[in-house]
């Protein structure tokens, strides 16, 4: 009887440790959390711009590209008659 009564209170104490650490546990992951989400924005905030930047690029780059071949056409005119046709 003496040593059920051990093993339950082993048991018990063993679910105890384990419910302390894993408070302790939520308790560091909020508190990192914290401390972590403004650097989280401030990255995803420069990656949102970065890839903004590089679109803006890519369409500067197209619209130049675009303004090159239009002065080309203008120059040599018979070069491009087929897409005139069409």
């Known amino acids: 009887m003496i040593t059920i009564v051990l093993i339950v209170q082993m048991l018990l104490e063993c679910i105890i ?8 546990l939520l308790i560091i992951f909020f508190v990192l ?22 679109k803006d690029e890519l369409i500067l780059q197209q619209r130049h590209r675009r303004e090159l071949r239009d002065r080309e056409r203008e120059k040599y005119p018979l070069f491009y008659w087929k897409e005139n046709i069409v």
Do not use: G, T
């Not at 440790?17 to 302790?24: E, V």
């Not at 959390?33 to 930047?53: A, N």
């Open 17 to 24: 440790m384990i419910l302390a650490q894993a408070a302790i």
């Open 33 to 54: 959390e914290e401390k972590v989400r403004p650097y989280y924005y401030r990255c995803k905030e420069k990656r949102y711009i970065k890839q903004r930047v590089e």
